[in-house]
């Protein structure tokens, strides 16, 4: 993949492309998700975006205008209600059920439901799910599109981990539903599973009418994405796998290992995450017994023991405001280390 960025540089393959990407790689990214969910995308319908946060812009500001709302389920990766805001539409957040440290986290299918209004226009799922490692079951996907398919609203999805989940957890991509065109924006790209995350690619799947005119906004912001990063993208997906298995499955062990640290640590409860690298225990026992919000308290682990870790509010409002957000996208020494950091400051505190 380096190698063919390389190559596509020496060979001043450093013009504009197209602004919805080069022919091969729309090809690539739909035979990819044809033969991995056994969807029936065209390559016409996959755009090539400038990242995955690119392609979330350009889903959300096909379908919102102001006064619009989201149902946005909470905690999310930020990009969903800021992007939805910026233009002009309102965020309506759902929080996440947390089942405790066995079940972990769920959709809140009857909150959501009760939070449609004529104004919604669209639902934003992120699965495999930052901040939370969850992965929403095949069940939840299919409530979700018949909620969809009832209420007539467009489901902006975000799978750019679906490369990253264990333990066999099943998995429904919302492109293999066969009435995908009418119902799903679908977005993914290569930062994650192929740690592209410099060279700036995404994709968006979208039908064909929308994606025609999403190259027009798309000319009118970024002309195309990275033209030597797309040569890059090509070889990414069509060479060979196995270094991503071997990530997926380091990951995996780095997972257990913090789960297991992270369990030694009074006051914390920690769901073993199922998808994506990270994990967001709940960490409110320690945060009633020392008065501390999450934001304080995360700032002691920075500062007093420098270990960077997010509050759940990061992401990006309330229903973080009991857990701390941890990736395991280090190695496991420093996973250790950090975890007996942290457990040395949480015994002071408790101490205290
Ligand atoms: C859910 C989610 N979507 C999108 C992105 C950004 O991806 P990209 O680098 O492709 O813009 C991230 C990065 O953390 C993410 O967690």
Redesign the pocket.
């Known amino acids: 993949m380096v190698n063919a960025g390389i190559k596509a540089l020496e060979e001043r393959f450093t013009a504009y492309t197209p602004a919805e990407g080069i022919a091969e790689l729309r090809e690539a990214v739909a035979e990819y998700l044809n033969t991995r969910y056994g969807s029936d995308v065209e390559p016409d319908e996959v755009l090539i975006t400038v ?4 392609a ?1 812009f350009l889903a959300l500001s096909s379908y919102l205008k102001p006064g619009d709302e989201v149902i946005v389920p909470e905690p999310t ?1 930020p ?1 969903y209600s800021e992007a939805s805001r910026f233009l002009g539409a309102k965020p309506r957040y759902v929080p996440l059920k947390w089942l405790g440290e066995e079940k972990g986290f769920r959709l809140d299918l009857e909150a959501i439901k009760s939070l449609i209004s004529p104004r919604t226009k669209a639902i934003t799922i ?1 699965n495999p799910h ?1 901040p939370t490692g969850a992965v929403f079951s095949p069940q939840e996907s299919e409530e979700i599109m018949n909620i969809a398919r009832e209420n007539n609203l467009v489901v902006v999805v ?1 799978e ?2 679906d490369n990253f989940i264990y333990d066999d957890t099943p998995f429904k991509s919302f492109i293999s539903f066969p009435d995908w065109r009418d119902y799903v924006v679908y977005s993914g ?4 599973t192929f740690s592209m ?1 410099g060279w ?3 994709y968006l799947v979208v039908r064909k009418e929308v994606a025609r005119n999403l190259v027009k906004l798309a000319v009118n912001i970024w002309s195309c994405p990275p033209s030597f990063s797309q040569k890059a993208a090509i070889t990414a997906l069509r060479g060979d796998w196995r270094p991503v298995r071997e990530m997926v499955e380091m990951f995996r062990r780095r997972r257990d290992t913090m789960v297991r640290e992270l369990r030694k640590i009074p006051g914390f409860k920690v769901w073993k995450g199922r998808g ?1 690298f990270y994990l967001f225990p709940n960490v409110k026992e320690v945060l009633e017994e020392t008065g501390l919000t999450v934001e304080q308290f995360a700032d002691k682990i920075l500062t007093e023991k420098y270990v960077v870790v997010l509050p759940g509010t990061a992401f990006p409002d309330k229903a973080g405001s009991h857990y701390l957000r941890f990736t395991y996208a280090i190695d496991e020494e420093r996973i250790r280390e950090g975890a007996e950091r942290i457990l040395e400051l949480v015994s002071d505190l408790l101490r205290k």
Not at 189 to 192: E, L
């Open positions: 990242g995955t946060k690119g979330a990766y990009v992120i930052n975000d750019i981990y790209g290569f930062s994650k995350t700036r690619v995404g994506a």
